[in-house]
């Protein structure tokens, strides 16, 4: 399962891009599983309130980092938040930030499956 | 890349420690911050090679930080790598605008980055090397401007540094420091030859004036036989004709205190006691013995300033002084064989009193700094002061000699020796203006050899052989005593690459 969610050869850029050292990765990764609920928790406030500015920046992000680890559906809903954040014109956002709470909740899941060392 | 420094800029704190990383694998150092105004006041500071910056950021975003970038100084402006979606163009297109040199996509590849910070770098750099060379090139403007309007010392052109390098820059600045060095020297030189010529000038007037004294005052004013009263006439004289110029020239009057009239008392009583001896001595002295005596003037200065700890006694000067000494000792040998002398030993001593007199008064001078006024008008009130008090002792001891109107000889030759006495002062008080007391002092080779000429086309007196060894002894002792004059030196070229 874990295979069709996470996008393999994005976990191989990022290591190549950071010289190649799998702690760093393990550190990078670490990273996400603290700051992605975080980047959820505004997403979710900003929806409620409609602040489409802080929903658009937080997306942004979210989309980058889920990007770099090969959440590929997860970042795909990100990005589309975030354009639609930046035309104004946001169909029932706190539906869609839960549309992202799930995905990376399954992104989140599937990741823990992978084993770093395996190559 | 050593040693190259890469600013990372991004609010998410997985995003800067991913570009962090990817930095740092590339070999470069790495600082971060988390937001545009920690990055606007970390690049105030040095330090920084180039910047990584992210656009979307909350309350100020990667264009306000480009924006504000504008305003600092150009070498606080690392070039700036803006990292951005691909999917944004339009914001990729502002942030060049607003002066990143190139963006970097949120997914990139190591090759990418490398390329790309590896170009940005190259071309920092480039501009770097053009900006120093445009400032060069000012600085070597504005040296070209200031030789052109004035003529300044070559190392105040302050290019010394650029001659010192290599390139065609610095040959340029070579070849402008070594011309201006050249035409600085020719100047310096030309400068210092005139002034030498007026130097000289100005000695052979005083001499001749000063060496005229002695032989009007043995022609006609000695057989008056009243020493007093010619000294008052033509320290009068003399202090009419100085401060009739002192006037024309408005020169600066010193203020004579309570406490300051003693001492222009005491230069008084050194300026006209001389006088006094001269016209007293001088029916009794040969002209050409009064002159080389009045030579010994240096020496005495050089003496009572070596006692009093204003000059030191190193062996050139104590040779120059043994020289001197030996002259006199030669010239008075004649003269200590009392039976046979034409002139008394004690004439000899006395008439040394003279120059003895006129080295308290050089010292006394070189003393006074503290008198603000111009030497000029400090002569005329001292011989205004000695013309006072030579009146008094005139008509007390001897009462004063009547003149003949119209003036006959002793009257015309009054006028003559005040001319020469105040022509003299008022030039040697002009030469110490101008080429200071050290070479002033020279005078003495002058009045000495003066004094004996006169003596010899007015007096029809004989030199022997006694007083020419003199003469050339105590003229040798004075070269040697002499102090040299400070020459300002000629300025070395800059070194050849």
């Not at chain 2, 006395?350 to 000029?376: H, N, Q, R, T, Y």
Request: aromatic share 8%; glycine share 6%.
């Amino acid at each position: 399962m874990s295979t069709e969610i996470i996008n393999r050869d994005a976990i191989h850029r990022l290591l190549s891009v950071i010289g190649g050292d799998k702690e760093d990765l393990l550190e990078l990764l670490n990273e996400f599983e603290e700051s992605a609920p975080l980047l959820v928790g505004k997403m979710k406030a900003a929806a409620t309130e409609a602040n489409l500015d802080s929903l658009r920046i937080s997306a942004h992000s979210l989309k980058s980092n889920s990007r770099d680890f090969g959440a590929v559906t997860l970042a795909d809903l990100c990005e589309n938040l975030e354009h639609a954040c930046k035309s104004g014109e946001v169909s029932n956002p706190v539906e869609k930030v839960g549309e992202i709470v799930r995905a990376l909740d399954v992104a989140r899941e599937a990741l823990r499956g992978i084993s770093l060392h395996d190559g | 890349m050593g040693g190259d420094c890469i600013l990372v800029v991004d609010d998410d704190r997985l995003a800067r420690r991913k570009l962090t990383l990817a930095a740092k694998a590339l070999g470069y150092g790495t600082e971060d911050v988390d937001g545009a105004d920690a990055a606007l006041e970390r690049l105030l500071q040095p330090g920084i090679d180039i910047v990584l910056l992210d656009i979307e950021m909350p309350e100020k975003n990667g264009y306000d930080v480009l924006e504000a970038l504008q305003a600092y100084p150009a070498d606080r402006r690392p070039p700036v790598i803006v990292v951005s979606s691909l999917d944004d163009p339009e914001g990729i297109a502002r942030a060049i605008e607003l002066g990143a040199v190139d963006f970097l996509p949120k997914s990139f590849n190591a090759v990418i980055l490398r390329a790309r910070i590896y170009a940005c770098l190259r071309e920092a750099r480039r501009q770097e090397e053009d900006r120093r060379t445009l400032h060069q090139i000012e600085r070597l403007t504005i040296a070209a401007e200031a030789l052109d309007t004035d003529e300044m010392n070559p190392h105040d052109l302050d290019i010394d540094d650029l001659a010192e390098k290599e390139g065609a820059l610095a040959v340029l600045s070579r070849v402008l420091l070594n011309k201006s060095i050249m035409v600085y020297n020719r100047r310096l030189s030309q400068s210092h030859q005139i002034r030498t010529l007026r130097g000289i000038l100005g000695l052979l007037f005083i001499g001749a004036s000063f060496g005229l004294k002695p032989a009007i005052a043995k022609l006609s004013l000695a057989e008056v036989n009243s020493p007093l009263a010619v000294a008052f006439y033509t320290m009068g004289l003399s202090a009419v004709f100085i401060t009739i110029y002192a006037i024309s020239q408005r020169a600066k009057v010193p203020t004579i205190s309570l406490g300051s009239s003693g001492f222009f008392l005491v230069l008084a009583i050194l300026t006209f006691l001389p006088q006094v001896l001269l016209f007293w001595v001088a029916e009794e002295v040969p002209g050409v013995l009064i002159a080389i005596l009045v030579s010994l003037e240096s020496f005495m200065v050089f003496f009572l300033a070596a006692a009093i700890g204003l000059e030191k006694l190193y062996f050139r000067r104590f040779f120059g002084l043994l020289l001197g000494v030996v002259g006199v000792v030669v010239l008075l040998i004649p003269f200590f064989d009392v039976e046979n002398s034409a002139v008394g030993i004690h004439w000899i001593l006395i008439a040394m009193i003279i120059p003895a007199c006129f080295a308290g008064e050089s010292i006394l001078l070189s003393l006074s700094k503290a008198v603000d006024a111009d030497l000029v008008a400090v002569i005329a009130i001292i011989f205004g002061i000695s013309t006072v008090v030579l009146f008094g002792a005139a008509m007390y001891f001897e009462g004063l000699v009547p003149l003949d109107l119209p003036p006959g000889k002793f009257e015309l030759s009054l006028i003559a020796f005040s001319i020469a006495d105040s022509a003299a002062m008022i030039a040697l008080a002009k030469l110490i203006g101008y080429a200071g007391p050290v070479f002033s002092g020279q005078k003495a080779y002058t009045v000495a050899t003066g004094g004996v000429i006169w003596s010899v086309l007015l007096l029809n007196e004989v030199v022997s052989a006694t007083s020419l060894i003199a003469l050339f002894l105590i003229l040798t002792g004075l070269y040697f005593v002499a102090k040299k004059a400070v020459v300002q030196e000629l300025i070395r070229r800059p070194r050849q690459i």
